[in-house]
């Protein structure tokens, strides 16, 4: 919706369209097709298009469009237009753009950036990026806790920085927690490192993502926690501390998917100090931890999420019969005639308890 209005902007997988809007009977009129040029060759893909109005430059429409598919060769590509944030002058349009070759790119190497927010106070684009599913380094298995989620930083308009964040080339770590055969590659791993899908050495790693080739994240989330979108909450008295909202949906990797429907950035986004968090609550697991004061590190968003180790050792007692609903949930104790109930299995290891059936640790 425009700011005064009066004025609709819908998009298919295809085209943006603008409809004039009359609040008073809410209805829509005289559609004008803004953008074309978006779908996919074989129609799948990532379809859906985000779109947003800068409040900044008002003549311009971001406009952010998925990969084709999980790894898209496509997007190594500038050219192709495709897991890109261009944004288009809407003032006067003649003709419709065409999404590959017209607009202003504000970002790229970006595979699937849901949600895209414009910073209140100092005009920066952000956005949040669906990472890819089902990866493999030197075909052994990452997927489970890699790579990370991401949310990066695209300078501001009318002038973005239009930087390539890596996609498909490059992800960002996640769990550092890597299987053997990976240690030589990885001698000194950190959350947002990049890293490739194939690698001899750990210089090869470096030559390949590091060095400046591409744009780290600006925050790393838990992998496959699927970020849906970004708002910023004013600030009071114009002081620059406005809160990232941050919604999740999870993803079907996990098993169990995690469900954290809610994160909040707060502090100075744009200075880089660490936030504070909202209060905890089931809702809001994924509470991040910005980046460090005057540094370029990523660093890791909290989470709820139990270690790889303790998940391992609770299903392992799962399986020999120590497992049962009841004993993983909690343990019988008797204190002279009387029984009491303390905690189970998943208590012992600090998790939360799946109650049910089936029992289990999550």
């Given at each position: 919706m425009s700011e005064d209005g009066k004025a609709l902007y819908v998009s298919s997988m295809e085209s943006v369209y603008r409809y004039s809007y009359n609040p008073d009977t809410a209805t829509v009129a005289d559609k004008t097709t803004l953008v074309t040029g978006m779908s996919h060759p074989d129609g799948g893909g990532h379809v859906t298009r985000t779109l947003l109005l800068s409040k900044k430059q008002p003549d311009l429409l971001l406009v952010s469009r998925g990969s084709a598919s999980n790894i898209d060769p496509t997007a190594a590509q500038q050219s192709s237009g495709v897991s890109q944030i261009r944004a288009f002058n809407i003032s006067s349009p003649t003709t419709p753009y065409d999404y590959t070759t017209d607009g202003l790119l504000v970002g790229w190497g970006l595979r699937n950036s849901v949600g895209v927010a414009e910073h209140p106070s100092t005009g920066t684009i952000w956005s949040v990026e669906n990472s890819a599913d089902n990866l493999a380094i030197n075909n052994i298995d990452i997927h489970e806790d890699n790579p990370g989620e991401e949310l990066n930083s695209h300078g501001t308009l009318p002038h973005p920085a239009g930087s390539n964040h890596g996609y498909p080339t490059?992800?960002?770590?996640?769990?550092?927690?890597?299987?053997?055969?990976?240690?030589?590659?990885?001698?000194?791993?950190?959350?947002?490192?990049?890293?490739?899908?194939?690698?001899?050495?750990?210089?090869?790693?470096?030559?390949?993502?590091?060095?400046?080739?591409?744009?780290?994240?600006?925050?790393?989330?838990?992998?496959?926690?699927?970020?849906?979108?970004?708002?910023?909450?004013?600030?009071?008295?114009?002081?620059?501390?406005?809160?990232?909202?941050?919604?999740?949906?999870?993803?079907?990797?996990?098993?169990?998917?995690p469900f954290c429907p809610l994160s909040a950035v707060s502090g100075a986004l744009e200075s880089k100090v660490a936030p504070e968090l909202l209060p905890s609550s089931p809702n809001r697991k994924l509470l991040a931890d910005i980046v460090g004061q005057g540094t370029a590190t990523t660093r890791q968003a909290t989470s709820s999420r139990p270690s790889p180790s303790r998940r391992a050792q609770a299903s392992r007692w799962r399986r020999r019969g120590a497992g049962t609903p009841r004993r993983m949930c909690s343990a019988r104790r008797t204190s002279g005639r009387v029984r009491r109930w303390g905690r189970g299995v998943c208590g012992r290891l600090g998790l939360r308890c799946r109650v049910g059936r089936e029992g289990g640790c999550l």
């Amino acid at each position: 919706m425009s700011e005064d209005g009066k004025a609709l902007y819908v998009s298919s997988m295809e085209s943006v369209y603008r409809y004039s809007y009359n609040p008073d009977t809410a209805t829509v009129a005289d559609k004008t097709t803004l953008v074309t040029g978006m779908s996919h060759p074989d129609g799948g893909g990532h379809v859906t298009r985000t779109l947003l109005l800068s409040k900044k430059q008002p003549d311009l429409l971001l406009v952010s469009r998925g990969s084709a598919s999980n790894i898209d060769p496509t997007a190594a590509q500038q050219s192709s237009g495709v897991s890109q944030i261009r944004a288009f002058n809407i003032s006067s349009p003649t003709t419709p753009y065409d999404y590959t070759t017209d607009g202003l790119l504000v970002g790229w190497g970006l595979r699937n950036s849901v949600g895209v927010a414009e910073h209140p106070s100092t005009g920066t684009i952000w956005s949040v990026e669906n990472s890819a599913d089902n990866l493999a380094i030197n075909n052994i298995d990452i997927h489970e806790d890699n790579p990370g989620e991401e949310l990066n930083s695209h300078g501001t308009l009318p002038h973005p920085a239009g930087s390539n964040h890596g996609y498909p080339t490059c992800y960002t770590l996640w769990n550092t927690t890597l299987p053997s055969a990976l240690t030589p590659l990885f001698p000194n791993p950190t959350i947002g490192m990049q890293f490739p899908l194939s690698a001899t050495t750990a210089t090869s790693i470096t030559a390949t993502c590091g060095s400046g080739n591409y744009t780290p994240a600006r925050l790393t989330f838990q992998a496959h926690t699927a970020p849906l979108d970004i708002k910023f909450l004013p600030s009071a008295n114009n002081t620059n501390t406005e809160q990232a909202l941050i919604t999740f949906h999870g993803s079907c990797p996990l098993n169990p998917s995690p469900f954290c429907p809610l994160s909040a950035v707060s502090g100075a986004l744009e200075s880089k100090v660490a936030p504070e968090l909202l209060p905890s609550s089931p809702n809001r697991k994924l509470l991040a931890d910005i980046v460090g004061q005057g540094t370029a590190t990523t660093r890791q968003a909290t989470s709820s999420r139990p270690s790889p180790s303790r998940r391992a050792q609770a299903s392992r007692w799962r399986r020999r019969g120590a497992g049962t609903p009841r004993r993983m949930c909690s343990a019988r104790r008797t204190s002279g005639r009387v029984r009491r109930w303390g905690r189970g299995v998943c208590g012992r290891l600090g998790l939360r308890c799946r109650v049910g059936r089936e029992g289990g640790c999550l």
